[in-house]
């Protein structure tokens, strides 16, 4: 598909637009505008006067245009006020624009001539723009600003050579210094060498010799780029340095880049925000994914993110999907961290752990129960001294090195609790059929576990006798029922005596994860004291019943600066041994 076979309406490319605006503004998907311009290489750098097909049916003819400019209708837009905006006639602009049958309709997206008016610059990074004069020509403006016909001619698309017109402005590339062992610099309005060199305190002599591409120290131009030696910008990771040029603010930086006045000032320590130099290098924050599936990537300079997509093989869509954070994918800057999205790697028997702040191999090795070795065999192309927030591993996890029943997947949610209860066994048979557990507290999602063979299934409802402690009173004795199926137990002593001195008796359900349960018994009748736990599912992990005696309240002991004595356990029992 060519330019002039466009499906839709020629629309000319005008300062700050980019394809994802455009997109935006007609109405049609980034891969739409896309794939109907195939002629243009890189989506992310348009130039300003450059001509795309915007396929969503076409308005009109492009109509010739000597010594005019193109424009392309907007929405709200008429004759009379495009004639009024541009300073010219509405008789001269119907008449420049005989395509138009009805003056009265015109369509959003309709390109018209501007008789007259000289087209914008273009942009011009790294140059300068240059107003054309009586007597110029290419071949002398070559000459007079140390580059070539070619270069002018590639930084000027659509330039005539033979039809350079008075008032014209065009783009002056110059050459860009080589290995800068400093900062890069944009020259500015008023800029001498000498000026430079004092401004950033290095000798005129050192500025001179780390800028061999200037020919003449005496001739330099606003935007071009030079090197100042032996100044090094600040550190800014996830970030991108910006040179202060004039008329920056914190306040239009942060808007520009997407950020925050106060994140600005809390990546550059003692900054003055109120006197910010020119050709100052300072940090500028840039937002960072929330997470990421894939893996992170820091924005290296020449980078878009169509370029980007390509070199890892994934679509455009999908990186602007994954980046949420990047508020207008056709602006991406050096330093900023990405998220390149990718199926997670593929861990067969461990678990996928999302890198943290502070994470080294070291320490999740330690944590998970593995070797750092072992980590870095399941996961090919790991940089062990560079791991990323939001990267996903794959931590390798001990197997069951035999197993005289059936092995099982951890899945989210788990305990070995849960687990005994599914398969009808102990948490003590599950414990001794996986030794390769070195915290019967911690299992993961994925790891793999035995499953020893099974015991008939646990009753759903079971009462049993505590076992009086050496502190129990004489006579005494404590009933406990836990109903599973409901999720309630209760706890019943009877023959006690009336607490004594502020105390009380205390029902206690130990769990096999978090605190215990607790409840103050309450007194039923003469010596009888009784307590009700539930309904709750977490029974299932009740491992054991205890009945203490403790304090009710323990402010006296805080007022008088005394400790709270412990509690006496009169009795417990062990569940696992009472609900066979």
């Known amino acids: 598909m060519s330019i002039q076979n466009c499906p839709g309406f020629i629309y000319t490319v005008q300062r700050g637009d980019t394809m994802f605006r455009l997109a935006q503004r007609f109405g049609i998907t980034l891969e739409q505008l896309i794939a109907a311009n195939p002629q243009v290489t890189d989506p992310n750098r348009l130039t300003i006067g450059q001509q795309l097909c915007i396929p969503t049916g076409a308005p009109g003819p492009v109509p010739p245009c000597p010594n005019g400019t193109l424009y392309t209708v907007r929405q709200g837009d008429t004759m009379f006020l495009i004639a009024q905006r541009f300073n010219v006639s509405l008789n ?189 290098a300072i940090c500028i924050p840039l937002p960072q994914p929330a997470q990421c599936t894939g893996q992170l990537y820091t924005v290296v300079t020449g980078d878009t993110m169509a370029s980007i997509a390509a070199r890892f093989g994934v679509s455009l869509a999908a990186l602007i999907a994954a980046n949420p954070q990047i508020a207008d994918p056709a602006r991406i800057f050096p330093g900023q961290i990405i998220c390149i999205p990718a199926e997670a790697p593929q861990c067969i028997g461990g678990t996928i752990h999302i890198v943290r702040p502070g994470d080294t191999l070291f320490n999740l090795a330690a944590f998970y129960g593995t070797t750092v070795n072992a980590i870095i065999a399941a996961n090919p192309g790991i940089d062990p001294q560079n791991l990323r927030i939001g990267q996903r591993l794959c931590i390798p996890l ?11 997947t951890v899945q989210p949610g788990d305990s070995l609790f849960t687990i005994a209860n599914r398969f009808g066994v102990t948490v003590e048979m599950l414990i001794a059929a996986n030794p390769q557990i070195a915290d019967p507290a911690r299992i993961f999602p994925g790891q ?26 004489k006579g005494a004795t ?34 096999m994860h978090g605190e215990p349960e607790r409840m103050t018994m309450m007194r039923t009748g003469s010596g009888e004291y009784a307590a009700m736990f539930g309904p709750s599912h977490k029974l299932h992990e009740c491992m054991r019943v205890l009945v203490s005696e403790e304090y009710e309240r323990y402010d006296k002991y805080e007022q008088s600066g005394g400790e709270y004595p412990s509690g006496r356990v009169l009795f417990s029992a062990n569940v696992q041994d009472k609900c066979k």
């Open 398 to 408: 001990p197997q069951p090195a035999q197993c005289s029943g059936q092995l099982y």
């Open 478 to 511: 404590a009933m406990a029922t836990l109903d599973f199926g409901k999720g309630t137990a209760t706890v019943k002593a009877s023959g006690m005596p009336r607490p004594q001195h502020g105390r009380s008796y205390v029902a206690s359900l130990v769990m």
């Open 92 to 280: 001269a602009l119907i008449a420049a624009n005989p395509q138009v049958a009805d003056p009265n309709r015109i369509q959003v997206g309709q390109v018209l001539c501007i008789p007259g008016v000289m087209p914008p610059p273009p942009e011009c990074v790294g140059g300068f723009i240059y107003t054309i004069r009586p007597g110029d020509t290419l071949f002398l403006l070559a000459q007079r600003f140390n580059t070539t016909v070619e270069a002018i001619m590639a930084a000027n698309p659509g330039i005539n050579p033979q039809n350079l017109q008075i008032g014209q402005r065009i783009c002056i590339p110059q050459p860009s210094p080589g290995p800068c062992t400093g900062q890069l610099y944009t020259v500015r309005p008023g800029d001498t060498l000498f000026l430079i060199a004092q401004r950033f305190g290095v000798s005129l002599q050192a500025l001179i010799a780390a800028n061999p591409q200037i020919s003449d120290p005496n001739l330099i131009f606003p935007g071009q780029v030079i090197c100042i030696p032996g100044v090094q910008p600040p550190q800014c990771v996830g970030g991108t340095i910006h040179i202060i040029q004039a008329g920056d603010t914190l306040f239009n930086l942060a808007a520009f880049y997407g950020t925050t006045v106060n994140a600005i000032i809390a990546a550059n320590p003692g900054i003055d925000p109120q006197n910010l130099q020119v050709g100052q």
């Open 448 to 473: 793999i576990i035995c499953i020893p063979r099974s015991m008939p299934t646990p009753v759903d409802r079971c009462s049993f006798e505590l076992d009086a402690h050496a502190d129990a009173p």
